[in-house]
């Protein structure tokens, strides 16, 4: 342990982590909140000779892309300005890069990997505390099979302090770049030398960050005076309380629906006729099969927040650069009157409350990140207190939707990106109920439930899940 101190104490200090990427470090310390995943299906006209070189020989020109792949933040049981970024010297790609053989079939349009599902959760209830600094804080997950040699998927599996969900989606296409421009005679050594140039700055360097006096004022107000400021409303729905302390780590569950690229194509359509994103029916649909499954005599509001990526309006940051930015807004849902004649999700479902939830959604965008709640993490003092506090107390939001779109793909090549899949572990001081959201090269949209062990039962988990995938098989066969 000395010796792994000492080893610490030598890499080259890069810089403070912001206040975001400490709010990150600060949870991954606590064990509340491990990492975030994001997996792609690559898909060649012809397999390569060596699955484990062409993956190597693909990672060093990413490693040498982005530099926040060498990173890794040091100090983390420490608060703001304590806790810091440093740079591996190499990385050892067998350290980071795990593949194993599928025992199924790769799964067809609209199917679910259940392989993948397991990945996910095994990969969510693991840290990057072990070996510290002798590896990153990422890994690349791949699954491979005998049976289809032209396919696999690869899950980049990451601490949150390096990078966000859109940039999840950059690593994916400098990766898919790199495997489309591998010579025959490229070195894949497992031994990476790190790239020598300067990190980019935090978030809180790359945008103002401006805050109005109601903003501040409402938020030092629910500070000082949380029993008539804060109160939790009647009657909302948030889970079950947080535990009133957290002995061991917890138990992160992981699960898929799969939309086929047609129900995709049709549910982005019905929306467009209807005027709102996809986005939007996603999460009046999520209210509406949560009002559908809890009991409607004790409750009659769900909150439902979501992050809002803030890459459009950063300061000089390229397109192609991996960063942490986002803001966040939530809306409150008030259970409706059940629909005549309908059942499930959607006897509570209306466009109109889509049509809402995509206003707030603007009005957020709006703002262009003024009255960002992440600014206020510069008035928190020690980070890990800000997440022990919670303890005891009622979650807040409901649920959390995070959708970061549809892949898109800029080249042509040898390869292509099929199906993705995003998903992250679950806070336990926070929501009780995670929705991760992508559409991969295939058309096909992946939905990703995660909770914690205790936030909700597992079987209204499952039950959440089946009236999603029902309400939107409802919708795009017209029964609203």
Not at 63 to 82: G, M, Q, R
Not at 257 to 283: H, M, W
Not at 453 to 474: H, Q, S
Request: aromatic share 8%.
């Amino acid at each position: 342990m000395l010796e792994t101190m000492a080893d610490i104490k030598e890499l080259e200090k890069l810089r403070p982590c912001g206040r975001l990427e400490t709010y990150s470090t600060a949870r991954h310390s606590l064990g509340y909140y491990n990492n975030v995943a994001l997996a792609a299906t690559y898909v060649s006209s012809s397999p390569p000779q060596s699955r484990e070189n062409s993956v190597y020989v693909a990672l060093k020109q990413v490693i040498a892309k982005h530099v926040n792949l060498s990173a890794i933040p040091l100090n983390e049981d420490k608060s703001y300005s304590d806790v810091y970024f440093a740079r591996l010297p190499s990385i050892d790609l067998r350290t980071c890069v795990e593949l194993r053989e599928r025992k199924k079939p790769m799964p067809k349009d609209g199917e679910v990997d259940e392989e993948l599902d397991e990945l996910f959760k095994e990969q969510h209830n693991r840290n990057f505390k072990d070996g510290l600094g002798s590896k990153p804080f990422w890994r690349l997950a791949v699954l491979t099979s005998s049976t289809d040699t032209f396919k696999f998927t690869a899950a980049w599996v990451f601490h949150h302090a390096l990078a966000d969900g859109a940039s999840a989606l950059l690593f994916h296409e400098t990766f898919l770049n790199a495997l489309n421009n591998e010579g025959p005679n490229l070195d894949a050594s497992p031994v990476v030398k790190s790239p020598t140039i300067p990190l980019p700055p935090p978030f809180e360097e790359q945008h103002p960050m401006t805050i109005s006096w109601p903003f501040f004022l409402n938020a030092v107000a629910k500070s000082l005076l949380p029993s008539i400021f804060d109160k939790h409303p009647a009657k909302l729905w948030t889970g079950s309380n947080i535990p009133s302390e957290l002995t061991r780590a917890p138990r992160f569950h992981s699960r898929t629906i799969v939309l086929s690229a047609d129900t995709t194509k049709r549910l982005a359509q019905l929306s467009r006729n209807q005027g709102v994103t996809i986005t939007a029916t996603l999460q009046a649909l999520l209210a509406a099969t949560l009002f559908a499954n809890i009991p409607s005599n004790d409750f009659d509001k769900v909150k439902i927040a979501a992050p809002i990526s803030m890459r459009p309006f950063l300061q000089n940051v390229p397109a192609d650069q991996m960063t942490n930015a986002i803001s966040s807004y939530d809306f409150k849902h008030h259970r409706p009157p059940a629909a005549p004649q309908k059942t499930g999700a959607l006897q509570y479902f209306s466009w109109p409350e889509a049509i809402a939830v995509k206003s707030s959604i603007q009005a957020a965008v709006a703002k262009a990140g003024c009255d960002n709640p992440i600014a206020l993490l510069k008035y928190v003092s020690n980070m890990h207190d800000f997440f022990t506090s919670n303890l005891g107390k009622p979650r807040v939001p409901s649920a959390e939707l995070s959708n970061i779109g549809v892949y898109k793909p800029k080249s042509e090549g040898e390869w292509r990106i099929g199906r993705m899949t995003f998903s992250q572990c679950a806070n336990p001081t926070a929501a009780a109920l995670n929705v991760n959201v992508v559409t991969g090269g295939d058309g096909n949209a992946s939905l990703n439930v995660s909770w914690c062990e205790g936030a909700v039962e597992e079987g209204l988990a499952g039950k959440v899940m089946e009236g999603l995938e029902e309400g939107i098989v409802g919708l795009v066969e017209g029964e609203v």
